[in-house]
């Protein structure tokens, strides 16, 4: 019986990470939480510890990918802003970001369309592409945001309607 419990555990992470890559991100955590209660309430014989194990791992997980989802946002919406930070109205100019881990790098153009003076802070109101793919299978899809100045550095203001775009993850 030990070494089979052996066997499992050891081969746990690997059949996880499977079941995560068949699944896509949606699905991990719901995956994950099902995997390891499973192995837990199999390894201690106890139904209640499986599920707490399982509801644990799925909140966990979920937790993460948001964790991810927004730190990759943030890049993104970083990377506009300090674009357009110095542009004048009327100006293009391209934007990119590139990630620690080089899956969903986004690039594309952006035009300030407009400054907002007001007493608080300078803001401006900028159209910004992603683009995916390149030459002849170029698509590009448009948004605009709002970006203000606080401190010495433009920032995100909002993001209607890039709600789209990025979700909850604002």
């Not at 699944?23 to 707490?52: D, F, H, I, Q």
């Not at 509801?55 to 937790?63: G, K, L, M, Q």
């Not at 790098?105 to 035009?111: I, K, M, Q, V, Y």
Request: proline share 4%; hydrophobic share 45%.
């Amino acid at each position: 019986m030990r070494a089979t419990c052996g066997r499992v555990r050891a081969s746990f992470p690997l059949l996880l990470a499977a079941l995560m890559l068949l699944a896509g991100c949606k699905e991990s955590p719901r995956l994950a939480g099902v995997a390891s209660g499973t192995v837990a309430g199999g390894a201690t014989g106890n139904v209640a510890v499986g599920l707490a194990v399982g509801i644990a791992t799925d909140a966990v997980v979920r937790a993460g990918i948001q964790y991810v989802g927004r730190t990759r946002t943030h890049a993104e919406q970083a990377a506009i802003a300090a674009a357009a930070g110095d542009l004048p109205v009327g100006q293009w100019a391209a934007w990119r970001v590139e990630h620690a881990i080089p899956v969903g790098d986004e690039h594309g153009e952006l035009r300030v369309v407009r400054l907002i003076d007001n007493p608080l802070a300078p803001c401006k109101e900028v159209a910004f592409s992603v683009d995916k793919g390149a030459g002849a299978g170029l698509s590009r899809s448009w948004y605009a945001t709002t970006l203000c100045r606080e401190g010495g550095a433009w920032g995100w203001a909002e993001a209607e309607p890039a709600v789209e775009r990025w979700g909850y993850l604002q």
